[in-house]
């Protein structure tokens, strides 16, 4: 991951390192590889899967954490709402 290898920055690689470095309580490294996640590949799923994880525990309850949660919320929100517009429209 940390050499941008392309086959390692795909998937749950940052999601796993995001949760080894929460688990292992060190918070601003999982804040910054989540930052990571949130700049190049937050998939829709890791929303939920973070909120239930036991890796990221450490971090449900703070700020920070639900902010990174409501963003992606957010976005992928807009993105279903997309998706349904061209639907209706006949055009997906």
């Known amino acids: 991951i940390r050499l941008k290898r392309t086959r390692a920055a795909v998937g749950t690689s940052f999601y ?6 929460a688990f292992l309580d ?14 190049q590949l937050f998939h829709g799923s890791f929303i939920w ?4 994880d036991p890796l990221f525990s450490n971090l449900w309850e703070e700020t920070e954490f639900k902010s990174i949660i409501q963003r992606q919320e957010k976005k992928y ?16």
């Open 49 to 52: 899967y973070m909120q239930v």
């Open 26 to 39: 060190q918070k601003e490294k999982a804040y910054q590889t989540l930052h990571e996640m949130e700049d």
């Open 77 to 92: 929100t807009k993105i279903r709402a997309e998706i349904d517009r061209l639907e209706a429209a006949g055009e997906l």
């Open 16 to 21: 796993s390192l995001a949760g080894t470095y």
